[in-house]
């Protein structure tokens, strides 16, 4: 045999013995790790698959919590990471430690030196993105071109600053890439640039805001003038970039108007509406309105700009118009108020102070026109009951006991005016019934009022308009309603069911307010609506009242 052939023979044996070898290793490691094999430090060759998993949830000490940091460092989120779910899955990294098992480089490698595996994370998908998103939107910032804002009359400038906008997926994925080695992370950042500059602030502040604010303006109008302040000007003028980047001055002309109001009373001639009234033979009469006069505020915002550019003293001059009333005459006639559609009187003992409140509420509403389409708001409409307008403590009821307040009383106008809106066939949007049932008052066809709720509420579904009507006397409360009349209203009142006695309860508070006592009971009303006799719909209200206690002032007896 020649030194080839011995080569050769030598190189199979050893192939052979390599393969013997070989196949006896992985007989001998079958379904273990293989040798060598480390996961952070963590030796698991040579073990099970079972037991490396078990080793690896022992033994790794991965963060508890992960930050995440934005560029300029501030506002981190701090992330639990059992909230969202972050962990090392011990199983998927010993599949992962596992996978070169058959690879015979690797086991022969394995016998020489130390094989190093990476540990796998997992996460809840959903709940590490909704982490991040609600963090996002509390930082995300939008751009802000440089403006100039006023402290007073003093101009402030307001730096420009660049957007920036958190990207909740790739942030997502860095975090999950980071773990468990890290346990700090750089979200993923958008930013959103800026055309401003530091220096086209200051220039505004220098050569646009100073001069504008620098003297007041005078307004002037034929034979009258006015001043408009310092103040005035900084609170209607704004100094912003526009699309172009160009710091420059404009005005709220909505503002202008607001904030001259009272400035510009003086120069003006208010319209009057045209009065709707009611005759001591029940006509209707339309009264004729009166024009006014009224500063054009478009062209006084127009000429306002370029006079702040001006150094003082300075002043525009005003264009006034006539200005026509909202209810002219030919509007009023319009309106189709020609008649009665809609009554009701409520009673009441004289002289009390509750009296006084519903006259004085009546009084407010009386002359009241409801445009077509508009909601009336008996709150809206009279506003706060105080003693300035006339209003004087009465007993109320409140949290189920009747104590003293201001405008005590008034429900007994809401009623009234409830069941007027009943009777004229007018749409009920909001009306809320008493909790005891008084009896001076119609079963399930009474409202109650107090400020700011609750509040009744009723539509003008007509396309007619309607003024409201009102008188009284010593004992009685009426309101009536004027339009055109729609419908023939019949009530229809049910049984009263569900009825429940009442107890007696002592009350030795000094606002107590003595009562004999009523049961409770549940009550339907129907609305029937008629057009030349005919029914044509009906609306029903159920009403449920609570028993009201039998109120005696002072402790119960021994």
């Keep these: 045999m020649n030194p080839r052939q011995r080569l050769l023979v030598g190189t199979l044996g050893t192939v052979g013995l390599l393969a013997v070898l070989y196949v006896a290793d992985v007989a001998l490691a079958s379904g273990r790790v293989p040798r060598g094999t480390e996961v952070d430090g963590v030796a698991i060759g040579g073990q099970t698959r079972a037991g490396a998993a078990k080793t690896l949830a022992a033994r790794l000490q991965p963060p508890r919590r992960v930050t995440v940091t934005l560029p300029d460092g501030t506002a981190p989120l701090v992330l639990d990471a059992a909230t969202v779910g972050l962990k090392v899955d011990a199983d998927r990294t010993v599949d992962l430690a596992s996978s070169a098992a058959l690879n015979p480089f690797s086991r022969f490698k394995a016998l020489f030196s130390t094989r190093r595996v990476a540990p796998v994370p997992s996460v809840d998908d959903a709940k590490l993105r ?3 998103a609600t963090w996002a939107r509390r930082v995300n910032q939008n751009a802000r071109e440089g403006s100039v804002r006023f402290d ?10 660049e957007g920036r906008l958190v990207d909740v997926d790739p942030t997502a994925a860095a975090v999950v890439a980071a773990y468990p080695h890290n346990d700090t992370t750089q979200a993923s950042v958008e930013t959103d640039p800026v055309v401003t500059t530091a ?8 050569e646009i805001a100073g001069p504008a604010v620098a003297a007041p303006v005078t307004l002037t109008a034929p034979a009258r003038s006015a001043v408009m302040t310092r103040s005035q000007i900084a609170s209607v003028l704004r100094i912003d970039a526009d699309p172009d ?7 709220d002309g909505a503002k202008v108007a607001t904030v001259l ?19 001591d033979n029940g006509v209707v009469v339309v009264g004729a309105s009166v024009n006014g006069t009224k500063v054009d505020r478009g062209a006084l915002t127009a000429a306002l700009l370029p006079a702040l550019a001006r150094p003082a003293p ?10 026509e009333p909202e209810l002219t005459t030919a509007k009023a006639k319009a309106l189709g108020i020609k008649e009665k559609v809609g009554e009701f009187t409520t009673y009441h003992p004289c002289c009390k102070p509750r009296v006084t409140n519903i006259h004085t509420i009546a009084d407010i509403v009386k002359g009241a026109v409801v445009m077509p ?47 007027a809106v009943f009777f004229g066939g007018f749409q009920d949007v909001s009306h809320k019934p008493h909790s005891y049932f008084i009896s001076r008052y119609p079963p399930g066809r009474e409202a109650t009022v107090s400020s700011p709720n609750p509040d009744l509420k009723w539509r003008n579904d007509s396309p007619y308009g309607v003024l409201i009507t009102t008188s009284h006397t010593g004992k009685s409360i009426t309101v009536t309603f004027w339009s055109t009349k729609r419908y023939g209203i019949e009530s229809i009142t049910g049984p009263r069911t569900r009825i429940k006695g009442f107890r007696t309860q002592y009350d030795p508070s ?22 030349g006799g005919k029914e044509v719909k009906r609306q029903k209200f159920h009403t449920r009242y609570l028993p009201e206690p039998r109120f005696v002032c002072g402790r119960p007896p021994q």
């Design 314 to 323: 300075r002043s525009v001059a005003l264009t006034v118009v006539e200005a």
């Design 373 to 419: 389409g508009e909601t009336f708001s008996l709150n809206g409409y009279v506003g706060e009951r105080d003693t300035a307008r006339g209003f004087v403590k009465a007993p109320m009821i409140y949290e189920g006991k009747f104590i003293p307040a201001v405008g005590g009383g008034v429900s007994q106008f809401a009623t009234t005016m409830f069941n």
């Design 261 to 279: 109001r009272d400035t510009l009373r003086p120069i003006e001639t208010l319209p009057k509406d045209a009065p709707i009234t009611v005759d």
């Design 130 to 132: 909704a982490a991040i």
């Design 152 to 161: 007073g009359v003093t101009p402030v400038g307001v730096a420009p600053r």
């Design 510 to 531: 000094p606002t107590c307010t003595s009562s004999s006592g009523e049961p409770g009971f549940d009550i339907d009303v129907w609305r029937v609506f008629k057009q």
């Design 245 to 251: 980047g160009r710091i420059t001055a404009k005005l």
């Design 199 to 206: 220096a086209d602030v200051a220039r505004a502040v220098q």
